[in-house]
């Protein structure tokens, strides 16, 4: 098969990739992604050191997630198995706040709250500590090999890698109690899934920070193919107003000439282009690499001053509204805009599943109870002539302290514990519950023969103690077929 015209077999089929090296700005934008960055790294490395009083019976970390034990430690709340729709709840709630926040304001997740997004810039700031900014950057890349470039070098990836690894060992605090697994770390006695899993996500942070970086958001991340069902002509975008900076002056020079053309405002500086963490121009319209972080506006901004020219030549603004602004016309009122069809409804349905589980949180029971019939043998006829079945009885205390439930059944016959004796049957025992503990016990029920060959048996428990919680579980009591 021949090759199509003009492909040869050194041909390239793809472009190259162009390594993004920006340029350091200040601005009211900058200065909130400084914010933002701060109060996101703050949380995750904080979060694990923080305490919260259980009580004795329950481990005293604020936030943690105990996979040995099975439960999920939220300051206040803990969630056992059982409960796992509350966190589907809360990831429910995320992807629905994640569109809300899309339709409304673009993808200002992307570009100032996500973790590709904070680590990156983070891994962005580290290297112009060491290398200098972006010419200082351009000028060392193209500089040959020497002591000093490879000292840069060591530095600024050896810099890397103990972000990278902070940042894995913050990760595994999550799931163990921070202070002893930090102290297992340096003395080589922690599991090795934990030095593993430091280790998988040091490498991964170091890659996706400070190698691909701007790769991740423009051929990685599934979002940005997804975010454009979530927007229309009335979510903000940056956008460069054309009808103003077009036709472009080429300098500054000739943009002090401007009053005697007919140019625009935009001079052509490349200023917005020089600070965009992803390398495009947003310029050529609206595209996928855009992560709205809104550094051209500062950079804009700050040329627009220089030159006496309006600022926000590119600016946050609608589809709606930059139609309008060309024409002359006053833009749509930020709250009508806010206040559309689509974001009530995904604040409603945001609103609805937060309040859903609030109530159910604020009602639920920390005592639970849940029967299982033996089914072999079904029943055993005693020597008295009575049935007797055979039943798996699983407690739950959700509370951080031992309790004391009586255990009563509501129907035929007696009950009393396997281990126990016939003679100490009644209708109701005493259980001794451990703290955050499931008790499963083997009880046995013993009713007279004569009755039907089903009949419905209800266990019910009842905390001895100032809550007096109960639960109740419904079973059967089986009795032998009767002869005809």
Known sequence: MNAPSGLGPSSRLFEARRKVLPKAVNGPFRRFKW????????????????????????????????????RFYFFSIEIWPHEFYYVAGLLVMAAIGLFLVTSAVGRAWCGYACPQTVWTDLF?????????????????????????????????????????????????????????????????DAPWVAYSTVAILTATTYMLGGLLREQVCQFMCPWPRIQTAMMDERSLTITYKFWRGEPRTHGLKRAKDAPF???????????CVAVCPTGIDIREGPQIGCITCGLCIDACDQVMTKIGRRPKLIAYTTELDARAEQHGEAPVAPLTRLLRARTLVYLAAWSAIGVFMLATLEARTRLDL?????????????????????????????????????????????LWREEGERATAGRSVRVQLEADKVAKTRFFVAAPAAGPQREDLRFTVRALDENAETASASSYFERPETQP
């Not at 072999?376 to 798996?392: A, C, H, K, M, Q």
């Not at 205390?397 to 007696?414: K, Q």
């Open 35 to 70: 914010a933002v960055m701060a109060v996101t790294l703050l949380v995750y490395y904080v979060t694990p050191w923080l305490r919260w009083d259980r009580g004795p019976y329950a481990p005293d970390q604020a936030v943690l997630i105990d996979l040995a034990h099975r």
């Open 124 to 188: 962005q700031h580290v290297e112009r500590l060491v290398d200098g900014d972006r010419n200082a950057q351009l000028k060392l890349a193209a500089a040959p090999m020497s002591v000093a470039k490879l000292t840069r070098r060591a530095i600024k990836h050896g810099m890397w890698l103990t972000i990278g690894a902070l940042t894995g060992g913050a990760w595994i605090f999550y799931f163990a109690d921070a202070p002893t697994l930090a102290g297992q770390l340096f003395t080589g």
């Open 261 to 271: 053309l007919e140019t625009g405002d935009c001079i052509d500086c490349n200023a």
């Open 370 to 414: 849940s029967v299982l019939q033996t089914r072999n043998p079904l029943w055993v006829r005693l020597s008295d002539g009575t049935i007797r079945n055979g039943y798996e009885i699983k407690i739950r205390n959700l509370e951080a302290r031992p309790r004391t439930i009586e255990l009563s059944i509501d129907g035929v016959g007696v």
